[in-house]
Structure formats: structure tokens, C-alpha cells
């Protein structure tokens, strides 16, 4: 039994000293222990001499060192992976497959853009919540329930709150800074906004605005005009013309409409701009007084302007992309002609 017992410790030894380098050393190693004629077998056959009192313990050795060299082999098999690749032709030296590069969607790259342009001028960033109530989206901003522009902005409601909604601008932003009142105000709000649209080319359900703001004591149209206008030659470039429309909008007084000269035809008139030579960006204006009130703030002293445009009608001329719909498609074909994020 002592013999047995020695005998097993030194193949242990033996067996542990093993270091296959390659497939074929591998299998030698498989053939020569673990083999039908190997020495796992062959001491398996000496239970015959063993006497019966002795049995279970030489059973339990002898299982014992079975185990240790099957464990012994597998521990092989991991590292000689690589050896077998190398064998099949795959050469480690050569470089990686390269994973590619993402880019920056064109929303976010005009989004950051505009922000960029407005923070010279003195312009931080504000956000506010997509679910909106009644009083920040409409009330506040002189759309009070029955009044006909809201029809311009229907939305989608929640069904247990109809207070509730998401917005339809992000004006709803301006409302909240505003009733913190910390004046003179001057901030922009970039921000996904909803409307109850038929998706086509060029209207969606969802789309993007950047709505500016500024309230201070004597702020003018002027000084409105001028910021616009320097908005418009850096995203623009500098040859391109404004011109400012009448319009109306039940938060601003005077409210104006502001088109730039067609980048395409650059005024002389093309199907981009319908032959016109101008292209419409954004809608303006001075706050009206009783939006300011709304929020508590003195219109007697103070006054503002607000603008807001979409960030996509931007980017479309910008690119010159047709449909509006390309942005939210997630096609890569279309999202990889723009920068490297
Ligand atoms: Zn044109």
C-alpha cells in the first residue's frame, strides 16, 4: 500500500512537470497518461494485487491521480488555442480590424453651433421639462384656453391629466426662468418640442427649437435685429441678407418673421426658395407686456425679445437635406456624411 501510495506522488510529480508547447506535444502528453495504454490505465490494473482491506483507500488514490491528470491536460487546452491559430494561418503581427468611428448626429452638431454663437453674446443655456402643464406651454404665454392659436400648436395630452402635455416650444423654458426673476435675463433654450402633426418632408411630430431670450431695462427691436443678424452671419456666412415680416404671435408685440437671402440661388430665385430669393428661419419679436406680467415681472421697467427657430429648418439649409424625416430615421448611409464625432 505504501508502494502505491509512492508510486502515485512521483507520476503526480511527473505529470506536473509537463509543459506541452504545441498541439502535437499535447497529444503525446494525452496518449502517454490518459491513452488506452497509458499509465492512468495501466496503474488502474494493479487494484488486482491490492488486498481487500485496502481496496477502498487504493479505489480513492487511484481515482485521485484519473482526476489530477484529466484536470492536468484541460489546463493545456486554454493555452494552446493561440498555438492552433497560429498553425491555421492567422498571423498576430498584422492589425486589428478596425472598429469605425461614429459621427456626430447633424442635429446636435447645428444644436451646438447655434449655442456657441449665442453664448458670445452673453447667452447661457436653460432647459426645462418635455411634460409641460397648461400654464407654462399656453397660459403664461397669453394662450389662454378657447384662444385660436392654440389650434396652430395642438399637442398630445396625457389621458388620466389633461393639465398635462408635452410641450409644443420650448418658450414654455422662458416661462420658468423668467418667474424666478433674476433680471436682466438673458438665456436660450435648446430642446425637443411636440406638435399633432401628419409626418411628411417637412413637418414631423417631434422636431427641435432653439428659442432665444433676453429681458433688461430698455431692450429695443434694435438691439433684437442686431443679434439676429450676427446669428446669421456666423452660421451663415457674411454675404447672406435679412429682412423681418410682420406677423403676429400672441406672446410677442410687435411679432416678425425673419428670412434670410436664399443660400442657394443667393437671391436670384430658385425652387429652393419658391423663386422668392429669401427663405423663411425663424419668428421674433419684442415680449408682450402682459406675458412679463404673467410672470411677475414690472413691464413698466422692464422689456425684452424672444425669438425662437426650428434647429432641423437650420440644418436642412445649412446641408441642403430635403426631408425632414432623414433626421430621426437613423439610416447610417444618411448620419455618416457628417463630422467624425
Ligand atoms: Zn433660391
Known sequence: MEDLKTLVERYKAEIMAEQPQNAAEKEAFRIKYLGTKGLVKSIMGEMKN????????????????????EQRFASFEDDAGDENDIAEGVDLSLPGSPVPFGTRHPISIVSNRIISIFSRLGFSVAEGPEIEDDFHNFSALNLPENHPARDMQDTFYIHQNPDWLLRTHTSSVQIREMQQGKLPLRII????????????????????????????????????????????????????????????????????EMDISCLICGGEGCSVCKKTGWVE???????????????????????GF????????????????????????????????????
Open 50 to 69: 491490492v488486498s481487500p482491506e485496502n481496496k477502498k483507500e487504493a479505489g480513492q488514490l487511484l481515482n485521485d491521480l484519473k482526476i489530477f491528470t
Open 189 to 256: 433654450c435648446p430642446g425637443r418640442v411636440y406638435r399633432n402633426e401628419t409626418i411628411s418632408a417637412r413637418a414631423h411630430c417631434f422636431f427641435n427649437q432653439v428659442e432665444g431670450l433676453y429681458i433688461a431695462e430698455n431692450v429695443s427691436f434694435a438691439d433684437l435685429k442686431q443679434t439676429l443678424y450676427f446669428f446669421v452671419q456666423e452660421m451663415f456666412g457674411n454675404t447672406v441678407k435679412i429682412r423681418f415680416r410682420p406677423s403676429y404671435f400672441p406672446f410677442t408685440e410687435p411679432s416678425a
Open 281 to 303: 428661419i425663424l419668428g421674433c419679436g419684442m415680449v408682450h407686456p402682459q406675458v412679463l406680467e404673467n410672470c411677475g415681472i414690472d413691464s413698466n421697467k422692464y422689456t
Open 306 to 341: 424672444a425669438f425662437g427657430m426650428g434647429i432641423e429648418r437650420i440644418t436642412m439649409l445649412k446641408y441642403r437635406i430635403k426631408d425632414l424625416r432623414l433626421f430621426s430615421e437613423n439610416d447610417v448611409r444618411f448620419l455618416r456624411q457628417f463630422e467624425s464625432a
